[in-house]
């Protein structure tokens, strides 16, 4: 700059020499004149183009001077180049921050001081129903129009979350949210949701839980302690004393039945899923259900007992060996708990039977009966915990309400799956689909029928096949 002032002092002087020497003190004063002016105009046009420059915003392409323009605008050009560079980090952070907040499973909406949308990410649109983007800067309070959200948004007292029903909820599809405002900043308000559908249903179910429960275990014990002050205070007959002391049993054992299931529920509920190292037989596993079933069917039905056609099912399992991964124990509870189930609710003198089927290398062993059938309306629900359709037949014959519900999740921590399917007036049918990794076969001929109770039940049930096959065309 210094430099740059001497050089234009210098240019003046040398100007006004010449004009000395050719001329005379006026000459040389004209010719200094006429270069300052030129001077002046040649350095406006410069300073013309560095403010247009400037004004335009763009940082490129930079207008190249020489001397005291060229550095200031090189100096602009410097600052500019630095603040935009600052720019785009800081922008590329709020995205990314931005960024994490969207892919946050809770909703967050950022309210100004009059509770309108600044911003919201995707998870809280689909809480409230907003559209993310075209219900910006509309007020909250016009978009979520549950009376509990008003008057918590307008309380100003936001200690405590707000449990509320999902816009999107149905009858059939209740969905929860939990919300909460936090102020922050010069009047704003934070908002922030998360899903409480699971929790709200858990928190249910474990009421409904205890209160069945309880209920379940109240009504024997009422009885019981009924015929404990019977037998306390009246004087009966020997005769009506053991009719007592017998229906006294019957109440406990029907206490010490539900007692087992409960911890059955709760030893499948605590416990890992059973590893595929064990194998189990089905042909044994059949075999012993089919002698349970014989037992349940005389008990229930001595004059008039079922037809339980096992034959083709059990030669089958025994021809090809077939053999299934998992617990032993879990694996009979579940397919016993269907075969009781069907002799329990067929009437005497009708068929209970077990087929086989391979499907894509799944097997399926369904239990059916010639039973009442159930109402279609029923079968989501058949496998809740304590869900009863025939209520009566279900006490009578000592069930707990908690069968299927073994049933469904032993078959699920196998890996496969439970399917239902019923007719009323023709019977029901419960398939119990194995997945291909869990079961294995080895057709050895020789093999051959290896127990005598098995043989016997083999020759027993052969007449009953054609009308096995019969009844599974028709609940099909
Ligand atoms: P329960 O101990 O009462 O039998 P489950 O969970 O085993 O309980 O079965 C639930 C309900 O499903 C039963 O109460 C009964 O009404 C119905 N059910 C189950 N199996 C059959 C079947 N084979 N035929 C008709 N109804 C059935």
Redesign the pocket.
Known sequence: MFVQLLLSLAMLVAVATGGWLVADAVGALVAVLVAAAGWMAFDHGRAARAIHWLRSGAIEPMPQFLGVWGEVVYRAHQQLRSRARDLAASDARLQEFLAAIQASPNGVVLLDQLGRIEWCNRTSAEHFGFDARRDLLQLIGNLVRDPAFVAYFQSGNYDRELVMTRPSSSASQPMKVAVQLHPYGQGRRLLLSRDVTAIDQAETMRRDFVANVSHEIRTPLTVLAGFVEALQTLALEPHEQTRYLGLMASQATRMQTLVSDLLTLSKLDGSPPPGRTDWVALSDLLATCLQEAKALSGMLCADLPHRLIFAEALSLAEKQHLELAGSRAELHSALS?LIN??V???PGGGQVGVTLHWLDGRLSIAVH?S????EAEHLPR?TERF?????S??RETG???????IVKHVVQRHGGELQLS?QVGTG?R?VVVMPAERVRRSDVAERGLQSAHRSEAVAADTSDQRSDQGFDQAVK
């Open positions: 708990n189930n069907a329990r609710y067929t009966d039973g009442p059938g159930i058949l869900y009863r359709v025939d209520r037949r279900s069930g707990t309400g908690l069968g299927l519900a019923s029901s419960f």
